[in-house]
């Protein structure tokens, strides 16, 4: 029988990874305070193409509703940096926040009081887009869809998002958003500077990226791989594909909302624009850029496009032109991306290999239980179950095995 052979560690990748955790951590030494913030911002948007990555580069799931997942977080945070903004600091003079004010609220509303405090907001920006994505994910892999229908519902909920937030401006700030946020502070007032806050980015980062390797190439990360290539035969095999679905499609919407909850006391302030379509299609085109299913391609494409961007404004305004032309050109000659470009050995996917077994069935069969996590907790489950119920008897008698049926028919002669 097939046995799986354990992913090694890739010494050249730590080695690269090592050298350029290095460099960064230098940056804010030896750059400005500009370019140390923006570089900051870049490795956040390269977060949130990971997370993509995990959905869409892995699992094949084609999602523009990161943005919505990333918004969320970054509400979350930008109530608690608005509502610890001292009284001498807001528009009025009083501890209600401006836009608040503006809208004739006299007090704060109750879903949004417990946002005052810190451990709370910084749940909040992990659980509350985990937990839409949790819902919105059940409804649509419990109802099989799949495909480009997924996409367009990814569609939909971001326009509907953004009419929403933008309608309540009383609660959201409208257009403009939640902007004049405190800075960030932690342990009873230790306020962040932006050096600290970059260091906090940057660790945050290198986690999610080391983090998501090692998912990826666990068994697990190769149920993913599956499901992208043959949805069906892994189904057959007595996986349910949509727990694994599910499963991916919050993980990675938590990872979002903490990159959203990280980017508001760096950028101070957030807005609705990010839950739109026009950036969740940057989400998109930094991973095809960068190459699905390489997790370091979209941080990599997220920090060049970005770096781009700031460069090109300064010319002309018409910057997306040119990434609308790199897009093409990738997609016409690099299908994987400009990771592609890379010597196999510098790619952070397919470090797994199986080792060839004498029988595919058997070998497809015996690694597909052993990739499946979630097997023994639903065996252990199913038998407590019928315990409770009284049905264990009844299913042991109806089992029938070739030894049984063999013992029948000697006896019947």
Do not use: C
Not at 18 to 39: K, T
Not at 150 to 175: C, D, E, P, R
Not at 258 to 266: D, E, K, Y
């Amino acid at each position: 029988m097939g046995r799986l052979r354990q992913s090694t560690v890739p010494v050249k990748l730590l080695a690269i990874g090592g050298i350029a955790f290095l460099i960064l951590a230098i940056l804010p030494f030896v750059a400005g305070e500009f370019q140390s913030n923006l570089m900051a911002k870049l490795l956040l948007f390269g977060v949130l193409g990971v997370s993509l990555d995990l959905v869409w580069g892995f699992t094949g799931i084609l999602s523009f509703a990161h943005g919505v997942f990333f918004t969320l977080g970054g509400y979350a945070m930008a109530y608690y940096l608005k509502l610890n903004l001292s009284a001498s600091a807001n528009t009025y003079g009083g501890t209600l926040p401006d836009f608040m004010v503006w809208n004739g609220l006299k007090e704060l509303p109750w879903f949004i009081a417990p946002l005052q405090f810190f451990p709370i907001a910084a749940i909040a920006m992990v659980a509350v887009p985990a937990a839409f994505a949790y819902i919105i994910g059940s409804f649509i892999f419990r109802s099989k869809v799949s495909g480009v229908y997924i996409t367009i519902i990814t569609l939909a909920i971001a326009s509907a998002l953004t009419t929403f937030f933008v309608s309540q401006q009383a609660y959201t700030g409208g257009t403009n958003g939640i902007t004049d946020v405190s800075r960030l502070t932690l342990f009873g007032g230790l306020v962040i500077p932006p050096t600290g806050l970059y260091f906090m980015i940057l660790i945050f980062a290198a986690f999610v990226l080391a983090g998501s390797y090692w998912l990826t190439q666990s068994n697990f990360g190769l149920i993913l791989r599956s499901i992208k290539e043959n949805e069906k035969r892994i189904s057959y095999l007595g996986y349910d594909v949509a727990s694994f679905k599910i499963f991916i499609w919050t993980l990675s919407a938590g990872i979002a909302g903490i990159a959203g909850g990280l980017f508001v006391p760096l950028n101070r302030f957030i807005s609705p624009v990010y839950l739109g379509v026009a950036f969740g299609t940057q989400v998109v085109i930094w991973v095809a850029v960068g190459g699905r299913g390489t997790l370091v391609g979209p941080l990599i494409a997220a920090i060049l496009l970005g770096q781009l961007q700031n460069s090109v404004d300064r010319i002309t305004q018409d910057w997306q032109l040119i990434v609308g032309i790199i897009l093409l050109v990738v997609v016409l000659f690099l299908p994987d991306g400009l990771m592609g470009l890379l010597p196999k050995q510098f790619k952070l996917a397919d470090q797994t290999a199986l080792v060839p077994a004498s029988s595919s069935t058997t070998s497809g069969f015996v690694q597909a239980r052993v990739f499946d996590w979630f097997t023994p907790l639903q065996q252990a489950l199913r038998f407590v179950g019928r315990s409770l119920t009284g049905g264990s008897k009844a299913t042991r008698t109806s089992v029938d095995t070739p030894a049984r049926a063999s013992k029948r028919r000697s006896k019947s002669k």
